[in-house]
């Protein structure tokens, strides 16, 4: 009788050292990337030199991680996208691209994000920069509303997605947390569990949702060992965006298969899977943008390829942004990105959070106790 062979999986989650190493290796990676492009936010700077400053940043990062196994895939994980005041997202322009020359000028909210993967495990951050902003120089205002909201949701929510407990409970909260600063979440946002060569994993926690999505919103709860993405979006407006009329430049394979018939569109999907996988890419890092461009469209006709398309708020309302990659442990919640450390005497809002239930929240610790054994 033969003996019976056991296959060896390849780990894929935290729970295994070596995994929880290459994201926290990817980690510091991206929190160097978007300090660099967070210090270099003066007056002054332009949108698109931000932007390849932060895909360098990441390249040249990654340059140095794992240099003895050259089969191990390394790269941007989410393309660096710099948007400014009313454009709330997704803006990472190319050169010929119209905006992509804008200034930055002194009292400008720029949204930051970038992220870096390796072996495909992700680590992404996003953060909300005031240009000009200093102690002497501190952001009052809606402005300070709308950051303070961020950073304490984000507070909030690293305390919440431990092992146990639902995302409803999440949404829910968040909202209150939100609405002590007279803001609202940006509606139907949604944040991802992560998983290898993608962030768009199984389980999801939606914010601020329409009572139709709320009702066939799947319910779930955290176990340990998961990844997520948490994607915080908090205006001063009503909670609703719109299409922008700028260009599109992001866009990541779906997943889905499709039989793709025109010779352009078949280049462009290898191209795209050859050097991104299941990431979102920037179109300024192809060799033929235009030729890219003309492929995609059959890619995303036939939803082979999303777009990830440039959204904007009303004119005059402040949006912040808080992104980071969170670890769940038996121990609790990591969060292990993380860009401008929020100051209060920089953002000096005038409004508290009086809800003691949130209060008693937020002074909790992001670790969990172990209980004591029994005698």
Do not use: W
Request: proline content about 3%; some cysteine.
């Amino acid at each position: 009788m033969s003996a019976a062979t056991t296959a060896t999986k390849t780990p894929t989650t935290i729970e295994d050292n070596s995994v929880l190493t290459k994201y926290k290796a990817a980690a510091d990676v991206t929190n160097s990337a978007i300090r660099k492009v967070i210090s270099a936010c003066k007056e002054g700077s332009k949108i698109i030199d931000l932007c390849k400053l932060g895909d360098a940043a990441i390249e040249v990062g990654l340059s140095t991680q794992y240099t003895k196994d050259k089969k191990l895939s390394k790269g941007i994980s989410y393309p660096t996208s710099v948007s400014v005041n009313n454009i709330v997202c997704h803006f990472a322009p190319s050169a010929t691209d119209v905006n992509a020359d804008q200034a930055l000028k002194n009292g400008d909210v720029v949204r930051i994000q970038l992220g870096a993967h390796i072996d495909g495990f992700a680590a992404v951050a996003g953060n909300t920069v005031v240009v000009g902003a200093s102690e002497a120089s501190p952001v009052t205002g809606k402005t300070a509303d709308a950051l303070a909201a961020a950073h304490y949701a984000a507070e909030a929510i690293q305390r919440l997605i431990k092992p146990g407990n639902k995302n409803m409970t999440v949404t829910d909260k968040v909202q209150k947390v939100i609405s002590a600063f007279d803001c609202k979440h940006i509606e139907n946002i949604l944040s991802y569990e992560q998983c290898q060569n993608d962030l768009d994993g199984g389980k999801h926690i939606i914010f601020n949702p329409a009572p139709a999505q709320r009702q066939s919103f799947a319910v779930c709860e955290f176990a340990p060992y998961e990844v997520y993405m948490i994607d915080i979006f908090v205006t001063t407006g009503e909670g609703r965006t719109k299409k922008s009329e700028l260009r599109t430049n992001i866009y990541k394979k779906t997943g889905s298969t499709y039989q793709l018939k025109m010779k352009a569109a078949r280049a462009a999907f290898s191209e795209i899977s050859g050097k991104s996988g299941k990431f979102p890419f920037a179109l300024r890092s192809c060799e033929d943008e235009r030729g890219m461009r003309m492929g995609l469209i059959e890619c995303i006709k036939t939803n082979v390829v999303q777009a990830f398309e440039v959204q904007e708020e009303k004119q005059g309302e402040v949006v912040a942004q808080v992104t980071f990659t969170a670890l769940v442990t038996p121990n609790g919640v990591d969060r292990i990105t993380q860009g401008l450390v929020f100051d209060e005497k920089v953002i000096k809002s005038e409004k508290k959070i009086e809800d003691a239930e949130i209060k008693e929240l937020l002074a909790t610790s992001t670790r969990i106790k172990k209980k004591p054994a029994k005698k």
